[in-house]
């Protein structure tokens, strides 16, 4: 749960190789490619490490700013309070 995993052609990738490869396998490549410049590459390692960690804490606080329905998930078992309805992974 800490870093992003991928499987390209054979090799493992991590982090934001993995948003990287899949932006530019749909064609969007352009708006993810300042993430390999080389300072910048640096500099988003660092941020993508920090939002990773941390990533469900900001995630409760946007849903919280943007007024988002909470669904409550326990082992795969989700339930939303607001409609009463229960989303279980099969």
Known sequence: MKVLHGFYN????LGLEVTHR????????????????????????WVYLG???YRHQ???????????????CI???????STNTDHRRK
Do not use: R
């Not at 054979?10 to 990738?13: F, Q, R, T």
């Not at 900001?58 to 409550?72: D, E, G, M, R, Y």
């Not at 082992?75 to 309070?81: A, K, P």
């Open 75 to 81: 082992s795969g078992t989700c339930y939303d309070n």
């Open 51 to 53: 939002l990773a960690k």
């Open 22 to 45: 899949a932006w530019t396998i749909v064609g969007k490549g352009f708006w993810v490619a300042p993430l390999n410049w080389p300072v910048i590459k640096t500099l988003s390692h």
């Open 10 to 13: 054979g090799k493992v990738l």
């Open 58 to 72: 900001i995630s409760a606080l946007l849903a919280k700013i943007f007024a988002l329905p909470n669904t409550q």
